[in-house]
């Protein structure tokens, strides 16, 4: 199935995706790598208030190159997905603390990521590497940006999106996900040719 989904997104929307399905997003998606992940969920921790809402939106595992046209004002140049298992140890308590409802990405999350979105209503959604001007063209404005003294790459960019995607459905709201039942697989076949080749 195909969907074109508008954030923030609701439970009813995320619990309907099913692995392999295919999504567009439109609205605001937030970038945010691992030390935005760690600077934001230290501030809730010691009870401080972020800038940003985050509930019910989308967080886009990204560096991207962004160009400023003058004060307060940048144009996306790429945005490629960066390797999503970086943030495997930090992204059960983001989604816990922060509410967000989609986590787009490249090369899955592991297990306690799957836990936790199938706890509190999250999706993993993947986007293709290698693909970072075709990214660029779906975020097509940059409204802003939040912890830029982290650096363009570790930076939150506010992107507002125009059905961006493809993206695929890796890890549903359910916890089923997509990478593991393909490394059970693999790992299935690889000891039956083994034992084929008596190896």
Known sequence: MEYHLKTPLSMEDVKKLKLGDIVYLS????????????????????GK??????????????GPIVKKISEGKWELVAAGPTTSSRMNSLEPEFIE??????IIGKGGMNKGVSDAMAKHGCVYLAFTGGAAILAAKGLNKVEGVYLEELGMPEAVWIMNADDFGPLVVGITANGENMFLKLADEVKKNEEMARKKLGL
Request: aromatic share 4%.
């Open 49 to 62: 208030q972020i800038p940003i809402e985050l509930k019910g939106m989308a967080i886009y595992h990204c």
């Open 27 to 46: 609205g605001r998606i937030y970038t945010a790598r691992d030390e935005a992940h760690m600077h934001i969920l230290s501030d809730i921790n010691k």
């Open 97 to 102: 603390k922060t509410g967000v409802r989609a």
